[in-house]
């Protein structure tokens, strides 16, 4: 007579029905992810010429050739997750978090890696060169992008392969 789609209460379990309920709702909109996601396929698409979707990133990120802590640092930092910068901001004690000490500029994951000079970027990152230049051809412009993307990039070694 009524058919009634889905499962029966007294069928289920918990977890059933958490896992439904979960699926029900929308994923939350987080606009620094979309950014970032964006950041990584323009990165990737100027030095290889492809552009990676959506899809193609995530599973770079769950890729077993990267540790297991790097997978989780770069799902991080794709999501913003970080407590820098604008997390600080609506916190009335917290204000002088938001700037960074050294230069004042605005504190991000991106100031942090790339452009802040404060805790010796500079020398880790021409040590990061020279040991690239060990195996590598060239040394690729770094971006935000590119650091999150590494994984989708493939790079000829000086013998070839």
């Known amino acids: 007579m009524f058919e009634l789609p889905g499962i029966r209460l007294k069928s289920g379990s918990q977890r059933i029905f958490t896992k439904a309920i979960k699926a029900m709702r929308p994923k939350p909109y ?7 996601l964006d950041r990584t396929r323009s990165a990737i698409e100027s030095i290889s010429g492809y552009t990676p979707t959506d899809a193609t990133i995530w599973n770079s990120l769950r890729s077993t ?9 770069l799902w991080k930092c794709v999501h913003n997750t970080f407590r820098v910068g604008d997390f600080w901001g609506h916190i009335d004690t917290k204000e002088l978090y938001g700037p960074c000490h050294f230069c004042d500029a605005p504190e991000t994951l991106e100031h942090i890696a790339l452009g802040c000079e404060a805790h010796g970027q500079k020398v880790i990152w021409n040590l ?15 971006s935000w992008g590119l650091i999150l993307g590494c994984n989708l990039v493939r790079f000829t070694a000086i013998c070839g392969t």
């Open 30 to 36: 987080r606009r620094s992810t979309f950014v970032n």
């Open 65 to 73: 050739t990267l540790q297991r802590l790097t997978r989780e640092f």
């Open 128 to 142: 990061t060169r020279e040991l690239w230049l060990k195996k590598y051809n060239d040394w690729p412009n770094l």
